[in-house]
Each structure stands twice: as structure tokens, then as C-alpha cells.
């Protein structure tokens, strides 16, 4: 599954405030971690914003904080805002959409989404602050482990 660009952005944007709730962190504090651009940062930010899930603070010590329940938020809220997910059950026909193949094609591919769709609902910042911990405790012990044996 490929994320479109503001949908990707929106969830490191998320991991990050969640991961320091009590403050509130700048644009460019956030943009410059995960090498993103400043602008289109900040317009994903206010779109968060317009949602509740990150709030804003003007002025010297401001900039965006998480507002919102990270046990209960999950990435499915988070994408849903940037992209559509899940069946595609569009009037839209494409060709071959008639034929027992085609009908076939659909039910497979419908059944991905509903994974897809189950999965990202069941995974929250929570978890994902998690997953996360982990991995960066992992590097770190890899690193620990290879300095040593030099």
C-alpha cells in the first residue's frame, strides 16, 4: 500500500507531537526531522488542526501540540482525512467489469481493502509510538554491538 505524500506527512506529524504531548512543537522542528518541506508540512498541520487532533499556538514558544486520545486515535482516522480507503464500490465501471473474470478481479481486490481497512483501524499512535520505540532501541543496540567488536 503506497500513502499519498500529505497522508505520510500527516502521520509522522502525529507520531511526533504524540510522542511529546505537553509541548508544542514548530513546523520546522517536525519538517526538518523527517526531511520534509516546511510549506506543505503546515498546510497538512492546519487541515490536522481544522480536524481537532492538533491544536496551534502563535507567537515566541509556539507551534502544535497533540489534541487528541492516542490510545484511541488510530491510522485509519489519520488517512481517512488525506485519501480515501476501502471498498471501492463506485459506480465507476472499468473495462472487463462485466465478465465473471472481471467480477472475480473485484472481489479479491475489495477483500484487500477490507484487510487493509481492518488493519490500519486496529493499529493506534499508541502502538505506533510503540513499534517505534522499538526499532529505535534496536538500531541502538546493533550500533552498542558493533562498536564492540571493533
Not at 1 to 22: C, D, G, W, Y
Not at 79 to 86: L, Y
Not at 89 to 97: L, Q, T, V, W
Amino acid at each position: 500500500m503506497k500513502l499519498q505524500m500529505a497522508t505520510r506527512h500527516a502521520v509522522f506529524a502525529i507520531l511526533e507531537l504524540a510522542s511529546q504531548p505537553e509541548r508544542y512543537l514548530s513546523v520546522s522542528e517536525i519538517a526538518d526531522k523527517y526531511a520534509i518541506s516546511p510549506n506543505h508540512l503546515a498546510k497538512v498541520l492546519r487541515t490536522l488542526g481544522r480536524e481537532r487532533l492538533v491544536e496551534a499556538a502563535r507567537g515566541v514558544g509556539g507551534g502544535y501540540r497533540f489534541a487528541a486520545n492516542a490510545k484511541r486515535l488510530n491510522l485509519l482516522d489519520v488517512i481517512r482525512i488525506f485519501e480515501p480507503i476501502g471498498s471501492s464500490n463506485s459506480s465507476e465501471r472499468e473495462a472487463g467489469d462485466e465478465t465473471a473474470e472481471g467480477q472475480a478481479l473485484r472481489t479479491v481486490l475489495d477483500e484487500i481493502e477490507d484487510t487493509a481497512r481492518a488493519t490500519l483501524s486496529s493499529i493506534t499512535v499508541d502502538t505506533m509510538l510503540k513499534l517505534a520505540g522499538r526499532s529505535s532501541a534496536k538500531r541502538m543496540l546493533m550500533a552498542e554491538r558493533l562498536a564492540a567488536a571493533r
